[in-house]
């Protein structure tokens, strides 16, 4: 395996320095329709590709659309059942009280696998876990407790947010290790 897990897209890989670095948390964040779960997508698929475990743990999606959807892309050929795709709804009642343990315990239940045996995981998306909690502190903390399982199994992890539309982002991005910001760039020639 090599030091960078890379997305499987040339020109992104060389601006990131080869891909996103192992045993790390990274961040894509985006405002709704901008391509982050495509983006994630891609990422897991190179993965996938690459022989490596991949998990994908989708909140916005159920195994219908998602295969619907995400398995339609040519990146998706050959690899869409080679990763490990996880349908789940966040509900507090699960985590609440929340304890490193309850998190471990949700986690575990929902990869179906020991975190050793992960080398990537897409969470898609982070959003759902902030409304479902609704409190900044319990939110930062459930991120950092999962943001430790990722560094003592050695899983690289990206995670996928929704960008308000004003105000200030969550606080996801000072927990992780890298943020790729997607937006919409105007040229003369349109988008």
Request: with cysteine.
């Amino acid at each position: 395996m090599t030091d960078v897990a890379k997305f499987g897209i040339s020109r992104l890989d060389e601006l990131l320095g080869g891909g996103l670095d192992r045993y790390t948390e990274n961040l894509i964040i985006g405002r709704s329709g901008i391509g982050k779960t495509i983006l994630a997508a891609h990422w897991a698929a190179e993965g996938a590709r690459n022989d490596e475990t991949v998990v994908y743990l989708s909140t916005t999606m159920n195994k219908k659309n998602c295969k619907a959807y995400l398995g339609r892309f040519p990146f998706m050929e050959d690899v869409y059942d080679k990763i490990k795709w996880r349908f789940i709804r966040v509900d507090p009642k699960f985590v609440l009280p929340l304890t490193r343990e309850k998190i471990v315990e949700g986690l575990r239940a929902t990869f179906g696998m020991d975190g050793k045996d992960i080398d990537r995981v897409v969470f898609d998306s982070c959003t759902d876990l902030e409304l479902a909690l609704a409190d900044p502190v319990l939110y930062r903390r459930a991120l950092t407790y999962m943001s430790d399982l990722s560094y003592d199994y050695e899983i690289t992890s990206l995670w996928i947010e929704e960008a308000p539309m004003q105000g200030e982002w969550s606080s996801t991005k000072n927990i992780v290790d890298s943020v790729i910001f997607l937006n919409l760039l105007r040229t003369q020639e349109g988008y």
